[in-house]
Each structure stands twice: as C-alpha cells, then as structure tokens.
C-alpha cells in the first residue's frame, strides 16, 4: 500500500512564504516524476510544478520565480517552497507522484490548505 502524505500548509500574509512536504512510502520500486497541483476555491485543480527523477523541475507561469520544487530520492519526499505568496494562491495543494509499486500507478495525497490573506 503506498501513501503520500502532505505536510506545512496554513495561513500566511501576503508576501509571506510557506514551504510543503510530501512523503511517499509503502511498497516502493520507483518513482518518476513528482509534483504538485492545486485547487482554488469554486475551481477545477491545476498543474504548479513538476520534477523528473534526475531533478529537471517546470513551473506553471504563475508561480515562476516565486515557488521552487525539490525532492530527495532517497528519502521519497518532495518539497515545494513558496515565496512571495499572493491571495490568488489560496487553494488545496495535493502532491502527485508516478510511482512502481508492482506496476505503475498515479498516486495522489489527501491535501493541505494554504490559505494566503490580502
């Protein structure tokens, strides 16, 4: 059974930052690319960023120069740190990762509020 389990949500001023964590485990072979996504209020989820396994990250324009995705293979964790916060990143952050546990499978994580007031 593998889990993503998302952490360091919250509430933040604008302009403030905040940094999220996310920690695969289970039954894990491999995993390719991890990411995170986000869901405003009233709005459909959207892509933020995305890692490949060698590190090689891609941002969405909006957060570009403001949010910086890592990871640590070892330890299957993902970090999203978010700088310079604005009220329109207010939303659920849910983190993705492709993994092989067996066979390949999209794994997501239950989410984490970041709210961010103007």
């Known amino acids: 059974q593998v889990q993503l389990v998302e952490s360091g949500g919250g509430l933040v001023q604008t302009g403030g930052s905040l940094r999220l964590s996310c920690a695969a485990s289970g039954s894990i072979f491999d995993i390719i690319n991890m990411a995170w996504y986000r869901q405003p209020p009233g709005k459909q989820r959207e892509r933020v960023a995305t890692i490949t396994r060698d590190g090689s990250p891609n941002y969405a324009d909006s957060v570009k120069g403001r949010f910086t995705i890592s990871r640590d293979n070892p330890k299957n964790t993902v970090l999203l740190q978010m700088n310079t916060l604005r009220p329109e990143d207010t939303a659920v952050y849910f983190c993705?990762?492709?993994?092989?546990?067996?066979?390949?499978?999209?794994?997501w994580g239950q989410g984490t509020q970041v709210t961010v007031s103007s």
């Open positions: 993705y990762a492709r993994i092989r546990s067996g066979t390949w499978s999209d794994y």
